[in-house]
């Protein structure tokens, strides 16, 4: 089974500062992909980067970044230039790449209360 | 396109009353998931469908809870009898079958006292 853990329930950033959350993760999988996802208050979950396993490339979404070390099972979320609007949980998440074709379960960790400050 | 729907977004019931969640997915969209989350355990999947026919349910707690995908348009999760441990948010999920990336519906906030 998969696992996924985030070590810092909570952190704090100053707006305009860059912020990094942390990931590590269990499996004996060789293809997965990687996920965050931003929970604000009003609770939707949004998909914020993803990374393919087999990609050695990290993922970049304009302000987001990612740090892949697959041999390390860490991924690593950078936020440059925090705003207000990052505030909110961030969930690291997991998920099997399956040959046959269908779908799979995402594997959350616990997440990472960020608050930005001004 | 709306996105994945749920209804009701928030539900009060009584303990021993039977609930019901709606889902209605992304149209195209053949997998379905439920989630739920919780402060003490977070998130965690309950079941998922891949082309309206169930994959994975050994999420789902106990008797108590069963889902259902009669079509590819829609899905409803029942609690019956709900109990108060069950409170929590419940979210349905859809994506293209083989994909990657999974649209979230807004949840569904239920609270059993």
């Known amino acids: 089974a998969q696992t996924v853990t985030q070590s810092q329930p909570e952190m704090s950033v100053q707006e305009a500062e860059t912020v990094t959350l942390s990931c590590t993760y269990d499996t004996s999988e060789s293809n997965y992909y990687l996920f965050w996802y931003k929970q604000p208050p009003s609770r939707q979950m949004i998909l914020v980067i993803r990374q393919e396993a087999y990609k050695q490339q990290n993922a970049t979404e304009n302000r987001f970044s990612v740090n892949f070390q697959k041999a390390a099972k860490s991924f690593s979320l950078k936020i440059s230039d925090s705003q207000l609007g990052d505030t909110a949980m961030y969930f690291c998440a997991f998920m099997k790449q399956t040959s046959r074709g269908g779908s799979e379960k995402l594997v959350f960790g616990k997440g990472t209360k960020l608050t930005v400050n001004p | 396109d709306a996105g994945v729907i749920q209804s009701p977004r928030h539900e009060v019931t009584e303990m021993g009353q039977e609930v019901t969640l709606r889902c209605k997915p992304i149209s195209g969209h053949n997998s379905l998931f439920w989630y739920r989350q919780t402060m003490m355990r977070g998130l965690e999947l309950l079941i998922y469908?891949?082309?309206?026919?169930?994959?994975?349910d050994s999420g789902m707690p106990e008797d108590r809870f069963s889902a259902k995908m009669p079509n590819a348009s829609f899905s409803t999760l029942k609690i019956q009898p709900s109990e108060p441990r069950d409170s929590a948010v419940y979210f349905c999920a859809s994506s293209f079958v083989g994909a990657a990336e999974a649209f979230f519906g807004q949840g569904t906030r239920l609270t059993v006292v």
């Open positions: 469908f891949n082309n309206n026919v169930p994959i994975d």
